[in-house]
């Protein structure tokens, strides 16, 4: 049996399609990650006065974003065993979501807060595909306010408790770094910043043991920080440099850590932090505008080259493609302060205070991307339809019986 010459004509149709038009471009799968975050703690009022209850009042309630899906599954809070309340959602400075509760009276000496939470989360991995990005190419300071609306660049570089901008060490820090630069990048965005990440990691040391957070004014003198430590000292140089710039904040799974023991104070001093937290470490980077390509994160801290300053875009763990909940971010508001005062606030009324935490993961599963067709996508639809005409034609010409004269050829 003779192949009917059209199927000749249609392979040549394909080879030429196949030829001239390029393949579609596909990213692939994407990864969801499960998580389940457990905590509970309780207060002691073991002291002889009174205490304010406003530290207790607002509970953080995780939000939800474009790469992850949070869910409060349970939530207990008693004062005593008695049932505390729910009232409202709210936000704090910083558009933060909080929980508002309907504890109002301060605690008396006895009290018992006792408080567990179970959430799930839903985390995807391609967070955040970061652009090319080169100090050549960088936009200057100046055109950022131009680029923003006055209140936005305003809220991002102002002055705050956290980040001292009217603080003369941190002023004549930035002014030396700036001088450094060549003359042709002490404008460029980009430049400002590798050139206070390149100060900071060639004199800050990561600390070996857990440390308490520092102002960036400490730190300069301390010389010894973690994550956070080295990106609110950035944060305050970029906004010396007038960079908008935030603090953002996460957590990294890692089966195994373990942090445990007495934060603050001692059973012997009776007024103490105890903590227990598994498999979960906390993360801070910091979040800059850059033009022309707009907001990047920054990480000091995770894969951070010295020798090659765009790793901390490239090799932050938020865009890496590792498990990572984001949290919180930190703007208007001084977590240090309040830190330091309810560590203040535990020797004076005597508290005792106890957390749990335990991170657990519950696997991964892969999904397939969006697919990112070429400019030829007509061509290649056609190239699909005549490949699936081919495959019924051919089909058809394999069915059909020869004719009697086929036959006595």
Same mark, same amino acid.
């Given at each position: 049996?003779? #192949?009917?010459? =059209? ?46 209850? /406003?530290?207790?009042?607002? !509970?953080?309630? =995780?939000?939800?974003?474009?790469? $992850? ?5 349970? $939530? ?22 909080? $929980? /508002?509760?309907?504890? %109002? ?9 006792? +408080? /567990? ?17 080169? %100090? ?10 131009? &680029? ?15 980040? #001292? ?19 042709? @990048?002490? @404008? ?10 390149? +100060? ?29 430590? #080295?990106?609110?000292? *950035? ?19 890692? /089966? ?7 934060? +603050?104070?001692?059973?012997? @001093? ?14 801070? !980077? ?6 022309? +390509? ?6 000091? *801290? ?15 763990? =938020? ?7 984001? *949290? ?17 606030? &535990? ?20 999904? &397939? ?41």
């Amino acid at each position: 049996m003779r #192949k009917p010459r =059209y199927v000749t004509v249609l392979m040549g149709i394909i080879l030429f399609a196949l030829l001239c038009s390029p393949p579609p471009s596909v990213q692939g799968f994407r990864y969801v990650h499960f998580w389940n975050f457990s905590v509970s703690g309780a207060l002691i009022v073991s002291g002889n006065s009174s205490y304010s209850s /406003e530290p207790y009042r607002f !509970w953080d309630y =995780y939000s939800n974003s474009s790469s $992850q899906v949070c869910k409060q599954i349970s $939530q207990n809070i008693t004062l005593n065993n008695d049932s505390i309340q729910i009232t409202r959602l709210t936000t704090d400075i910083d558009g933060n979501h909080l $929980q /508002e509760s309907n504890l %109002t009276t301060p605690f008396q000496p006895g009290d018992i807060l006792f +408080w /567990e939470e179970e959430w799930s989360f839903e985390v995807l991995d391609h967070r955040f595909n970061p652009p090319q990005i080169d %100090t050549e190419q960088s936009g200057n300071v100046t055109d950022i306010s131009s &680029l923003m609306d006055a209140e936005e660049y305003y809220w991002y570089t102002q002055a705050t408790s956290l980040w #001292k901008t009217d603080n003369g060490t941190l002023i004549d820090l930035a002014s030396s770094i700036q001088s450094e630069l060549a003359e042709d @990048e002490q @404008e460029k965005t980009l430049a400002l910043i590798y050139a206070a990440m390149s +100060w900071i990691d060639t004199h800050i040391h990561n600390p070996i043991t857990l440390t308490e957070p520092q102002y960036p004014e400490e730190l300069v003198n301390s010389q010894i920080g973690d994550c956070d430590d #080295k990106s609110n000292l *950035l944060i305050v140089l970029l906004r010396l440099f007038g960079i908008p710039c935030y603090l953002m904040t996460g957590h990294w799974y890692q /089966e195994g850590a373990i942090t445990t023991g007495f934060l +603050w104070g001692s059973i012997a @001093e009776e007024a103490y932090l105890y903590v227990d937290w598994r498999n979960g470490v906390g993360h801070a !980077w910091v979040m800059a505008y850059v033009p022309p +390509w707009g907001w990047l994160p920054f990480d000091l *801290l995770t894969g951070y080259i010295a020798s090659d300053p765009s790793s901390a875009v490239y090799n932050s763990l =938020y865009v890496r493609n590792v498990p990572v909940v984001t *949290l919180w971010v930190c703007n208007g508001s001084d977590y240090i302060g309040e830190r330091r005062t309810a560590q203040s606030d &535990l020797v004076n009324h005597s508290l005792q205070r106890m957390e749990y935490e335990l991170w657990e993961f519950g696997g991964s599963i892969p999904i &397939l991307d969006t697919l990112y067709f070429s400019a030829n996508t007509l061509t290649l639809i056609a190239l699909i339809a005549t490949v699936s005409i081919l495959s019924c034609l051919v089909g058809i010409g394999m069915r059909r019986q020869p004719t009697e004269e086929e036959n006595s050829s």
